[in-house]
């Protein structure tokens, strides 16, 4: 399948290359096409990955994986263009953490919304899926790592057919389908979003990021 | 021990009995003497169980166990009074959700502050301590329910002796002390008390409220 992969940070880099290894047709979007990171991420899949603006890649891709950071989320697909976006699914990964007032990050985007809910609902002819914000990217894409893979992560959103687009891509990254819980509609990534701050308090707590939390009952 | 429980809520009476079952002293403390709740929260204690207002429970109590609903616990701290507070743990295990605008419902204090840090900053010369806020009442007094008892609780408070005293009573409690993380000072409230709404979604997708999660590296 041809994906956009918009953001080239650390889980840009990481998505984008799983979704490589599994046969994937990947652009790399950002704000500049002459973007540093996009380039050298092509030519480290040599031949196989593309790089473009964020138009150029939401125009190759069927299917657009958000991995740039949160705050800039949305302007990041504005700059992309409805025009490429619309009828599309948009996995969403992006955590809208603001660290410019120091730590402990706030949200910029919480508590009576999410920024899940507030991309769907800057593009509503989008189907907007939450994914895989609650864990690190080495463990994104390679859950096998800890605990047998026998961990939780969590999906949401309006569309249930997006929804099962984005279960198989899960599942090809390594997840187990027993533990992909579907929370529901788009307005409960509040939940896997709010869930940040916990997040980071066990981390600096256990200096060990590669973690993630196994719902047991 | 000499204990007051805030609340006559589930959390209230389930934190009160489990300490009666321990061999605490406990009273009951709400708004009104005659509340009905801890009239009968007395009467099935029969002979063991105080209750009383706010300040006659502060003035009982070496320590405090706050099961008030969030939105409520300031003002009934307030009601209590300062010098029956001073110098005692206060065990926060409230969270501020407000179901008055429907589901699913928001913090009333999120984000860029939390709960624990407010009553904190409201008392300064109490010793606060956020604990148990992110189960299910019936588990924060028999974790053992559930897989064994292997899943997280946290703590957090700027005491590090009061803290100690509250891992005391968790572990009390049924939980194992390698279980009980320590997050660091009352700022980290922020965690546990914003996980709420993630805890909600995964009781409303799961439709099974006696769950918690356990931490996998």
Redesign the interface.
């Known amino acids: 399948m041809k994906i956009a992969v918009f953001g080239t940070g650390n889980v840009g880099d990481t998505i984008g290359s799983k979704l490589i290894e599994l046969g994937h047709a990947v652009m790399m979007g950002s704000r500049t096409a002459d973007n540093e990171k996009s380039i050298a991420f092509v030519a480290k899949h040599n031949g196989i990955a593309h790089s473009g603006t964020y138009a150029d890649a939401a125009a190759f891709g069927e299917i657009i994986f958000n991995c740039t950071a949160g705050v800039g989320s949305i302007e990041a697909l504005k700059m992309a263009g409805e025009q490429y976006l619309n009828g599309k699914v948009i996995i969403d990964l992006a955590n809208s953490l603001d660290f410019s007032k120091g730590m402990?990050p706030?949200?910029t985007i919480?508590?009576?919304t999410s920024l899940g809910e507030e991309i769907q609902k800057a593009f509503p002819q989008t189907k907007v899926v939450k994914a895989l914000n609650t864990t690190w990217c080495g463990l994104m894409v390679n859950p096998a790592m800890?605990?047998g893979g026998?961990?939780n992560t969590?999906i949401?959103g309006n569309d249930e057919e997006a929804k099962e687009k984005v279960k198989d891509f899960l599942k090809a990254f390594g997840w187990l389908g027993k533990n992909i819980?579907?929370?529901?509609d788009i307005?409960?990534a509040?939940?896997?979003e709010?869930?940040?701050?916990?997040?980071?308090?066990?981390y600096?707590?256990?200096q060990?990021g590669?973690?993630?939390?196994?719902?047991?009952?």
């Open positions: 402990p706030t949200l919480a508590n009576t800890i605990n026998d961990h969590f949401c819980l579907d929370l529901g307005t409960k509040r939940g896997p709010m869930y940040l701050p916990l997040w980071l308090s066990i600096g707590a256990t060990n590669a973690f993630n939390i196994k719902i047991v009952s």
